[in-house]
């Protein structure tokens, strides 16, 4: 199995920035796509951001996109993400999780506890 704990997460201004980082550990090598997704209070979860083994290719939702980067560190068995210019509705707890299948927007494995960003206004 794989553990993934996030961090990062905290109190930021409308506008600002942050980086997440979400550490894998365990049978990391059975890990390919990984991807971040983020829950607000009364939402269902949603996917964020995206990307591939190597790191050559990435896709976003709609609604980060041009704001967020995600990235990975293999060597270390992290991924990163991102998140600038940053609005009140993105205000979550952010997970990280793998994707079997490039291009779903459905994360595969156990839920980590998630790393809590909020934006004020």
């Known amino acids: 199995q794989v553990q993934l704990v996030e961090s990062g997460g905290g109190l930021v201004q409308a506008g600002g920035s942050l980086r997440l980082a979400c550490a894998a550990s365990g049978r990391t090598r059975s890990i390919y796509n990984m991807g971040w997704f983020r829950q607000a209070p009364g939402k269902e979860r949603e996917f964020v951001a995206a990307?591939?083994?190597?790191?050559?290719?990435?896709y976003y939702a709609d609604s980060v996109k041009g704001r967020f980067t995600i990235s990975r560190d293999n060597a270390n068995n992290t991924i990163y993400l991102q998140a600038n210019k940053l609005k009140p509705e993105d205000t979550a707890v952010y997970y990280c999780?793998?994707?079997?299948?490039?291009?779903?927007?459905?994360?595969?494995?156990?839920w980590g506890q998630g790393t809590q960003l909020t934006v004020s206004s």
């Open positions: 990307i591939n083994w190597s790191g050559s290719n990435t």
């Open positions: 999780n793998t994707i079997v299948t490039w291009g779903s927007t459905l994360g595969s494995g156990s």
